[in-house]
């Protein structure tokens, strides 16, 4: 069992599965992987932070890049066969010193949320995510707990050409799991041969739902163990997490309506209210946090024809 590197210049931004492995490894190996960030290094470090090479012209907006999730690999497992389970183990996941969280048009609310924005993540404690503007003034009163995940892990899928990173699909990808933290085993059904796995957009924090359309997006090393399950096939992938993330209390807001996306807006909407009026945020500032640690959860499928949608803020990302 071999401990392998790949460097984050071992990229590519989009599936397919004639592309050729940069790296092919045992059942059994373990595989450390350098990963940029969603919006492939082309926001500038913040002058607080030390930070890799980036781009040095402020103004490109991390939503513009439409090239697909920079990802890493990728990497062929050696006797891996269509209908086998790929078994990925989370050794580690260690953050950059700094992240970023944007509003696009993408988010839950799109152009209904008409501004747009960015704010800078302090990841340097290795523990909390304190916002900060470029050059290090405060943008808002709250503390994110860091919890980093990979928001893609696939394989090849079986379809031939290029396809886009930005859905998920049944061979894993863009997944935004956040439940699939250090301790998880992520299992994926192997569509090709040698299954060719890559992984990338790790987060440092992520609200479920991503509803701004971004976590805390950060470069960062993870390191992970792959292993093969010969004739078990899955329709989709599965995993396993040491414990549903537990958040304390919480504050929560409501969506009503016969349209599962249409009562998520309205939750959403709710808790941007509720941070404005009870907390003072600015909006664009309440919208960025929901997405960082909001919790978006189904709580109601089966009193017709409404369903119910709730919002969970963790109260303690909330400066006191």
């Known amino acids: 069992m071999s401990i392998h590197h790949l460097q984050h210049e071992a990229l590519h931004r989009a599936w397919n599965r004639d ?14 992987f350098s990963t940029i960030d969603a919006a492939d290094g082309k926001i500038p470090a913040p002058t607080w932070a030390a930070g890799p090479p980036n781009s040095s012209a402020w103004g490109v907006h991390p939503l513009e890049v ?18 086998d389970t790929l078994v990925v183990e989370v050794l580690e996941i260690v953050p950059n010193s700094w992240g970023w969280t944007a509003i ?48 893609v892990m696939g394989v090849a899928p079986a379809e031939p050409g290029e396809q ?18 250090t301790g998880s085993t992520l299992l994926l ?23 701004s359309g971004t976590g805390i997006e950060c470069h960062a090393t993870v ?21 549903r993330i537990i958040q304390g209390p919480c504050y929560g807001t409501s969506g009503v309506s016969p349209d599962l996306m249409e009562a998520t807006r309205q939750a959403v909407w709710q808790m941007i209210a509720y941070l404005t009026t009870e907390h003072g945020f600015r909006a664009t500032d309440a919208y960025l946090l929901c997405s960082a640690a909001v919790d978006l959860t189904v709580s ?4 017709g024809p409404n369903w119910i949608v709730s919002a969970l803020l963790p109260l303690r990302v909330l400066s006191t």
């Not at 050729?20 to 045992?26: E, G, K, S, Y």
């Not at 390191?223 to 414990?243: C, I, N, S, W």
């Open 164 to 181: 886009s990173t930005i859905p998920p699909r049944t061979v894993g990808g863009n997944m935004d799991v956040r439940f699939l933290t």
């Open 223 to 243: 390191t992970l163990r792959f292993d093969l399950r010969r004739g078990r096939q899955l329709a989709q992938p599965e995993f396993y997490t040491p414990r």
């Open 104 to 151: 696009g048009d993408h988010g839950v609310l799109g152009t209904e949320f008409a501004e747009r924005a960015l704010v800078y993540w302090d990841l340097r404690s290795g523990e909390v995510a304190v916002p900060w503007a470029p050059e290090g003034e405060p943008v808002m009163a709250a503390r994110v707990p860091m919890l980093p995940f990979c928001g």
């Open 66 to 83: 439409e090239s697909g999730h920079p990802i890493c690999g990728p990497v062929a497992i050696r006797g891996a066969e269509p209908g």
């Open 300 to 303: 109601e499928v089966v009193d």
């Open 189 to 211: 059904p192997v569509a090709v041969e040698q299954a060719l796995f890559s992984v990338g957009d790790v987060h440092a924090a992520q609200g479920d739902g991503e509803v």
């Open 19 to 32: 592309l050729p492995p940069v790296l092919t490894v045992d059942p059994g190996d373990t595989v450390v």
